[in-house]
């Protein structure tokens, strides 16, 4: 029975994998490594005091990548203004897509 349970969470995790993989392929998804985001912490730490250390990373990511958007559930991101004006940055709601 636990060999079942095993080979069949394999074959689950094998499927999503080729998925994820052809989306990839396709040039649909990027996939990105902080490489230098130290000072970034920091600057974003000084803009807004309120914000959560992991807030602070994902901010930190999106602007070190250049991203234009940033998606999120986050309120304290959601339009603030001070970070959007000093990283050329749309934070948005996910439902602002729609």
């Not at 970070?83 to 996910?94: A, N, T, W």
Request: with cysteine; hydrophobic share 40%; net charge negative.
């Amino acid at each position: 029975m636990i060999s079942m349970l095993t080979l069949k969470e394999f074959e689950k995790r094998h499927r999503f994998l080729d998925i994820l993989t052809n989306v990839m392929e396709n040039g649909k998804i990027e996939v990105y490594m902080p490489q230098n985001i130290g000072e970034l912490l920091t600057k974003i730490k000084d803009i807004d005091s309120r914000l959560q250390p992991t807030d602070i990373e994902i901010v930190a990511c999106a602007v070190e990548n250049e991203a234009l958007n940033l998606i999120t559930l986050d309120k304290k991101l959601i339009g603030n203004k001070t970070l959007e004006r000093e990283f050329g940055l749309k934070i948005s709601h996910p439902k602002d897509l729609l």
